[in-house]
């Protein structure tokens, strides 16, 4: 059974950065399209950022340029590098790991941004 355990959450003011990481059980880092989804208050998850098994990335508009997705397979950990924060990435976010039928999700780790 895979794990995904997302840390590195916190309060950080309007740029600052953070990096969160998500440690995955299961050697499934390697051959899974990793992502970060994140849910803020009254609305819907969304995606922020993913990449595949053969390195290809993809961001949310509103992300591009500040956040910055990567994994590390012998570590079997995805990063998202998050600078230049604005209130408006406040949200839960959520690690997803997604392989042939196979979705995984971790718990999600709070991010609060204040103004």
């Known amino acids: 059974q895979v794990q995904l355990v997302e840390s590195g959450g916190g309060l950080v003011q309007a740029g600052g950065s953070l990096r969160l990481s998500c440690a995955a059980s299961?050697?499934?880092?390697?051959?899974?399209?990793m992502g970060w989804y994140r849910q803020a208050p009254g609305k819907q998850r969304e995606l922020v950022a993913s990449?595949?098994?053969?390195?290809?990335?993809k961001y949310v508009d509103s992300v591009k340029g500040r956040f910055t997705i990567s994994r590390d397979n012998a570590k079997d950990t995805v990063y998202l590098q998050m600078n230049s924060l604005k209130p408006e990435d406040t949200a839960v976010y959520y690690c997803?790991?997604?392989?042939?039928?196979?979705?995984?999700w971790g718990k999600g780790t709070l991010v609060t941004v204040s103004s």
């Open positions: 299961g050697s499934i880092v390697s051959i899974a399209t």
């Open positions: 997803n790991a997604k392989w042939t039928v196979l979705d995984y």
């Open positions: 990449t595949s098994s053969g390195g290809s990335t």
